[in-house]
Each structure stands twice: as structure tokens, then as C-alpha cells.
């Protein structure tokens, strides 16, 4: 296949199109991997009986650990590694005349690791987490070249709805997908649906490898002005520290920042234990009934999610940004206080719908907020908004780790959810603080996430 050397004029609509079919593509990685099929088939492989009685303790160099405790802090530490290596990849990104070739390899890394989850066995875990910490590396490392070609191929007037076209793209994909694997499950014997599971894995590693070649297809190769050479390796980390002194001498940007650190330590952990915590800590009638339910609710999150997002966007058109977040924390900490003594299916389903209610609205608003705060005039947008993606990173390796850490100790899940109620609380006070007459406050719905 011969490669487009030459970058189009922007506002290509085909080029434009094959950039946001990669959402199509990658987006059952979250949903299906990290959100869905991936975590009830570790949960059920990984949780044996002995004489009547059921364990979730698994063997991990020789230290006994509670299963999910396990997956929990091995998520952690594989989103600190990525959080060292994304500003050497911002800089390969913003100097790279090549970036194709690397967004395409971790599409490939993070494809394919996707598929050998197929071989994941309980009794080598030591080895089967490597083919889940790789997809994920694979999944948020190419998303920074991904998200580099957005200012090479749209005008800036056209960046908000190209966007918003994959944001829709992946959440259609994801949930064809998940739907799919949710019937490939459940219609095959009791016996055989752990192999099907895997035969899920397998799945969504072709579909986002095959995809993702429509968008490989036309995308071209950024041609850059700066030379590459070992000096890009350090660019990142020089840009990175740059941002973080101006943030320093913006007061509202400052104290914004330190809230949002805060809050997207619980934000981001219930997202990726959610379905862990419906597996162990609800009451279902059996393991179909399980299974089908915490699908179900994945699915009413996903649905949810979009309306929620514009709805919480309208209302922070009315009563202001700051305002408009610290009701959404308000209903995050009320969730966390209702998961914490839940235990049956129906309750938890509505406590699922909330969740997908403020799950798009606090993303979208965080980060539509944070662009309000940056100073006018500024034209190194990306490097700001990396600093912003490296501290939600950051939080979430702090979330994960708590949360990990705390079922490890006690034993219960549902007391980790303490700290998530704690992190709402402190970031809601941290919020409270930032001067909303600093943030021009307008309806605006980012759809960048």
C-alpha cells in the first residue's frame, strides 16, 4: 500500500471521516476489555470453590491476593508507566514526520494483545497479565498520535464536531460489538461459556485491527518542520514542565486543576472497577443472571451517557461551569453512599443509570472547563491539554491504587468505596474555591473524550 507522503489541505472530508472511523475501531477496547467481557470472565476464572466455599484469593509471585484487589493495582501501575511515557510520545508526536507508523504500531500492540487474552490462564497470571497490561498501552499510547492529527486535518472551526462524529462512532461500535459478544455468551452452555468469552477477546482484537485500516487507508503522514532526533525524547518532559509554571501563575487554572486531580481519582476508578464491584458485591439469583445483568447495565451507562453529557452542558449554560460540577459531585458522592449499601440487582441497575447520567456530563464538562480557564490568546493548546490528560492519568493511578489496596487489607470492596466518597468530598471543597467570575461561562459541549 503506498503511504501519503504529502499532507491534504485541510478539511479533506474523506481523510476527516477515516480519522473518526478509529473511534469505530478502538472503542470495544474500553467496553468489551476493560469495562465488560474481560472483567467477569477474571472474576469467575480466577474465583474458585474449595468444599462448599467460594475463594477469590489467586497466587501473584507468591503472595496471596484478592482477585480483583489484584487486576485493580496492575491497572494502576500500567497507567503510571503510560503516564512516564506520554510526554516522550507527545514529543515523537509533534516532531515525528512518521507518526502513522507509530500510531499504527500500538494499534497493532494493543489489537493483538487483545486476541492472546484468549490464552489468559489463572494458574501462570504472572504471564497472562503481561497480554492485558500491553493492550492497554497499546489502547491509550495510540490515542495520543490519534489525537495529534486533529489540528493537521480539520480547520479549528471544524474540530468540535469532527470529535464529536468519533465520540459517536466509538459508542456505536463499542455497544454493536458488546451486543454481539453478550449473545455469543449467553447463548452457549454453562460449560462453554468461558471459552466463548475468550472467543470475545479475539473479537474486538479483529475488529479494532481491521478497522482501523480504514482509517490507516487515508490517513496521511504529518509532515513536521521540526527534525527528529534525541531531542524530542525530552521535548515532551521540557513542554510538560513549562505548563505546569504557567499553570502556577494562573490562580482559577491552579485551583480548577487541583480539584479535577482530585475528583477524577474516584471518577475514573468507579468506571473501571464498576463492573467488578456489581460482580462480587450484588446479589444475583446465578451466574447467567450475573453476567446478563452487569451487560445490561454497561449498555444503559453507554445509552445514558450521551444525553447525560448534553443535558449537564445546557445546564452549565444556565448556572455556570463551577456550579454545574458541583452538582454533578454532589450526585457522585450520593451514588458512592448508595453503592456502598446496595445489594440487589434492580437497585443497583438504577444506580447504574445515574452513573451513566453524570459519567459523559463530568467528563465533558471537566474538560470543556478547563479550556475556558486556559488564557486567550495561547497557542500551545496541545501541551496544556496533555498536562490536563497526565494529571487525570496521574489521579486515576491514585484511585486504583487505594481502591486496590484497601479491599487487600480489609477484604470488602465496598469499603474502598469510602475513599472514592472522601476524593468527591475533598474535590467538591477544592472546586468551591475556584473564582467562577475568571471562567467565560457559555454553552459548551465538548466532545473530545
Not at 213 to 234: C, D, G, I
Not at 265 to 288: C, H, R
Not at 305 to 321: D, E, F, H, T, W
Not at 431 to 444: F, G, S, T, W
Request: aromatic content about 14%; overall charge neutral; hydrophobic content about 50%.
Amino acid at each position: 500500500m503506498s503511504e501519503n507522503l504529502e499532507i491534504p489541505k485541510k478539511g479533506d472530508k474523506k481523510v476527516m471521516n477515516a480519522w473518526a472511523f478509529y473511534d469505530w475501531a478502538n472503542s470495544v477496547y474500553p467496553l468489551v476489555i476493560t469495562s465488560a467481557i474481560f472483567p467477569l470472565f477474571y472474576e469467575g476464572l480466577t474465583t474458585t470453590t474449595i468444599n462448599g466455599v467460594e475463594s477469590d484469593k489467586v497466587i501473584f509471585f507468591g503472595y496471596e491476593m484478592i482477585n480483583t484487589a489484584l487486576i485493580t493495582i496492575i491497572s494502576a501501575c500500567y497507567f503510571l508507566f503510560i503516564v512516564l511515557c506520554m510526554p516522550i510520545l507527545t514529543g515523537i508526536a509533534d516532531a515525528s514526520g512518521n507518526k502513522k507508523s507509530f500510531m499504527r504500531f500500538f494499534a497493532y500492540l494493543g489489537s493483538f494483545s487483545c486476541m492472546s487474552l484468549a490464552l489468559f490462564d489463572k494458574n501462570h497470571l504472572e504471564l497472562s497479565v503481561i497480554s492485558y497490561i500491553l493492550a492497554g498501552i497499546g489502547f491509550w499510547s495510540s490515542l495520543v498520535f490519534y489525537n495529534s492529527y486533529l489540528p493537521d486535518i480539520a480547520e479549528e472551526k471544524d474540530h468540535d464536531k469532527l470529535s464529536a462524529k468519533g465520540f459517536s462512532l466509538g459508542y456505536l461500535g463499542s455497544a454493536l460489538l458488546l451486543i454481539i459478544c453478550l449473545a455469543i455468551v449467553m447463548s452457549a452452555p454453562d460449560e462453554q461459556k468461558g471459552m466463548m468469552s475468550r472467543m470475545c477477546f479475539v473479537l474486538t482484537g479483529i475488529w479494532w485491527f481491521g478497522f482501523s485500516h480504514v482509517t490507516f487507508a487515508k490517513l496521511p503522514h504529518r509532515k513536521s518542520e521540526l527534525q527528529f532526533n534525541a531531542n524530542v525524547f525530552k521535548n515532551g518532559f521540557l513542554e510538560i514542565k513549562k505548563v505546569f509554571h504557567q499553570v502556577r501563575e494562573i490562580p482559577a487554572l491552579k485551583k480548577y486543576l487541583s480539584s479535577f486531580f482530585v475528583y477524577s481519582m474516584a471518577v475514573q476508578t468507579i468506571m473501571l472497577v464498576a463492573t467488578y464491584f456489581g460482580s462480587k458485591e450484588i446479589n444475583w439469583p446465578d451466574e447467567g443472571a450475573a453476567t446478563t445483568g452487569l451487560i445490561i447495565s454497561i449498555l444503559l451507562i453507554q445509552l445514558i451517557a450521551i444525553p447525560g453529557a448534553i443535558g449537564l452542558s445546557r445546564l452549565s449554560g444556565v448556572i455556570g461551569n463551577i456550579k454545574a460540577l458541583g452538582v454533578v459531585l454532589v450526585m457522585w458522592i450520593l451514588i458512592c453512599f448508595s453503592a456502598f449499601v446496595v445489594t440487589e440487582p434492580i437497585h443497583f441497575y438504577i444506580i447504574a443509570g445515574f452513573v451513566g447520567l453524570v459519567m459523559g456530563g463530568i467528563q465533558s464538562l471537566s474538560r470543556s472547563t478547563f479550556s475556558k480557564l486556559i488564557p486567550v490568546g495561547t497557542k500551545d493548546t496541545a501541551s496544556f491539554f496533555s498536562f490536563y490528560d497526565i494529571s487525570e492519568k496521574l489521579g486515576i493511578v491514585i484511585g486504583m491504587l487505594s481502591y486496590g489496596f484497601i479491599e487487600q487489607v480489609t477484604g470488602s470492596m465496598r469499603n474502598s468505596i469510602v475513599a472514592l466518597v472522601i476524593f468527591f468530598v475533598i474535590g467538591l471543597l477544592l472546586l468551591l474555591r475556584v473564582p467562577k467570575e475568571e471562567i467565560n461561562d457559555y454553552d459548551l459541549l465538548d466532545s473530545n473524550d
